[in-house]
Nanobody, 123 residues
Framework: QVQLVESGGGLVQAGGSLRLSCAASGLTFRPYAMGWFRQAPGKGREFVAAINGSGGTTIQANSVKGRFTMSRDNYKNTVYLQMNSLKPEDTAVYYC????????????????WGQGTQVTVSS
């Protein structure tokens, strides 16, 4: 059974940083692409970033380019989202998700999801 557990969320002031982690179990980690998505209050879920199995390819939403960096440690079965220069509009529940194969931004192509971690950025 695939399980994804996010951690690292919290309350931070605008301009601050947070690092989210997502630990995966129940799968052979390396062949799987991982994605981060977020859902702000009253809005739909949106793509943030994704990384391929080897970690050599990443894609990001335009809204986070230059501020967020996604990485993975295949020995620890964990992906990370380093978030810098946070803005109040980054406030959301952040979810990680996993799919076999290449990186995509379409949430419908990710069959497995974590429970989410809350990120709140105060102004």
């Amino acid at each position: 059974q695939v399980q994804l557990v996010e951690s690292g969320g919290g309350l931070v002031q605008a301009g601050g940083s947070l690092r989210l982690s997502c630990a995966a179990s129940g799968l052979t980690f390396r062949p799987y692409a991982m994605g981060w998505f977020r859902q702000a209050p009253g809005k739909g879920r949106e793509f943030v970033a994704a990384i391929n199995g080897s970690g050599g390819t990443t894609i990001q939403a335009n809204s986070v380019k230059g501020r967020f960096t996604m990485s993975r440690d295949n020995y620890k079965n964990t992906v990370y989202l380093q978030m810098n220069s946070l803005k109040p509009e980054d406030t959301a529940v952040y979810y990680c998700a996993v799919k076999r194969g290449g990186v995509v931004s379409y949430e419908n192509l990710y069959p497995y999801w974590g429970q989410g971690t809350q990120v709140t950025v105060s102004s």
